[in-house]
């Protein structure tokens, strides 16, 4: 009982463009939702009314003075308050948890700025981290993967995450050559919603081309043949259709 309250409690965190993962120890991940916030704001002020995937399940259907907001795009902070209040509600939420302040680790992509990494770091400390520690992602997708980091053997890590793919060498601990491109998921959402466009005049949501890739799309055996039914608008005449699209076609 002793050694529950006095041991040292660390939280990792993968802030992701698209999700967020938060992995404890000894239970594991114990959040997986969109890097979403909605926000009231009221009197002048912000108040958070919901993050993660009860925030993304409210976009498109807000009140005028609700905001549903995706803080990082393209693995780059786009809209630093915001990416603050998301830390702080999620991290002062687990930290409920704690009766010693815990030590945070945060999966961040490479191509954040010093001024960035910075605020990001205070924004943890504040929001009631001990220690903080940035990881870049190549690092921690490695060791996730179960990749010796410090061996002297080369390594190349594929990140393909939302709007950013990071294609990384790392060798003895560092990071030998790493290249990223804006062609990642969001850009075969996109290629979807333009194929159903054309072939089948019909238009459909970005979330719903998602729903398709993740449903359909399938790299390990092209061979076998899967179908999906979904119900959209016709473009045409703007009436309810559904329509049926194959693993083929993808
Ligand atoms: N089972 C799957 N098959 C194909 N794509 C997937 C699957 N699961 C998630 N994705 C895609 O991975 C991307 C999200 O990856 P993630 O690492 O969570 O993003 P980020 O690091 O940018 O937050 C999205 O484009 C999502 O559609
Ligand atoms: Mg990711």
Sequence with gaps: MIDFFTKRRDIVIDLGT????VCLEPQGVVFNEPSCIAIERKYGSDKVV?????????????PEKLKVIYPLSSGAISDFEMTKTFMGTLI???????????????????NLTPVERNSLYEATLLAGAKEVVLI???FSAAVGAG???????????????SGLTEVSIISLGGLVASKSSK?????????????IKHHKSL????????????????IENPSHEERMSAKTKDLIHG????????????
């Design 183 to 195: 062609v990642a998921g969001d850009s075969l959402d996109m290629a979807i919603v333009e194929y």
């Design 92 to 110: 002062s939420g687990l930290l409920g948890r704690f009766i010693f302040k815990p030590r945070v680790g945060i999966s961040i992509p490479q």
């Design 203 to 218: 238009s459909i949501s970005k979330d719903m081309a998602e729903e398709i890739k993740i449903k359909l799309g399938n």
């Design 18 to 21: 698209a999700n967020t993962i």
């Design 147 to 161: 990749i010796d980091i410090s061996s002297s053997r080369g390594r190349m890590i594929v990140d393909l995450g």
């Design 136 to 138: 870049e992602d190549p």
């Design 50 to 62: 919901a993050i993660g995937s009860k925030a993304k399940a409210m976009r498109g259907k807000t």
């Design 239 to 250: 009436l309810p259709v559904s329509f049926e699209i194959s693993s083929y076609e993808l």
